[in-house]
């Protein structure tokens, strides 16, 4: 069992930039590739990053790409999501989630493909 603590949300102006941390507790935090999700009101909950267990190979949302950095710490079962330049459009609720995988396979943008999941934190980008 891995628990996720989301923080680091709040309200931004556009333009502005928030991280966001995930907190891992329980097994062994460096097994398992870390991805971000989102979900707006009225939508699906959607990819936005993941990270592998080392933090060598990343992937993320083309709606994101070039603007938000997922990273990770695991000497603080740490991983987090910078984001920058935010847009009105990123306003949602983050969640972080955690899949077990020790390799080099990239992480999946699927929300089935991951086992553990964080409440979540809400994201506001006025305009």
């Known amino acids: 069992q891995v628990w996720l603590v989301e923080s680091g949300g709040g309200l931004v102006q556009a333009g502005g930039s928030l991280r966001l941390s995930c907190a891992a507790s329980g097994r062994t935090f460096s097994n398992y590739g870390v991805g971000w999700f989102r979900q707006a009101p009225g939508k699906e909950r959607e990819f936005v990053a993941a990270?592998?267990?080392?933090?060598?190979?990343?992937r993320y949302a083309d709606s994101v790409k070039g603007r938000f950095t997922i990273s990770r710490d695991n000497a603080k079962n740490t991983a987090y999501l910078q984001m920058n330049s935010l847009k009105p459009e990123d306003t949602a609720v983050y969640y972080c989630?955690?899949?077990?995988?020790?390799?080099?396979?990239?992480?999946?943008?699927?929300?089935?493909?991951?086992?553990?999941w964080g409440q979540g934190t809400q994201v506001t980008v006025s305009s």
């Open positions: 990270i592998s267990w080392s933090g060598g190979r990343t």
């Open positions: 989630a955690a899949q077990f995988r020790p390799t080099t396979q990239p992480m999946g943008t699927m929300v089935d493909e991951y086992s553990y």
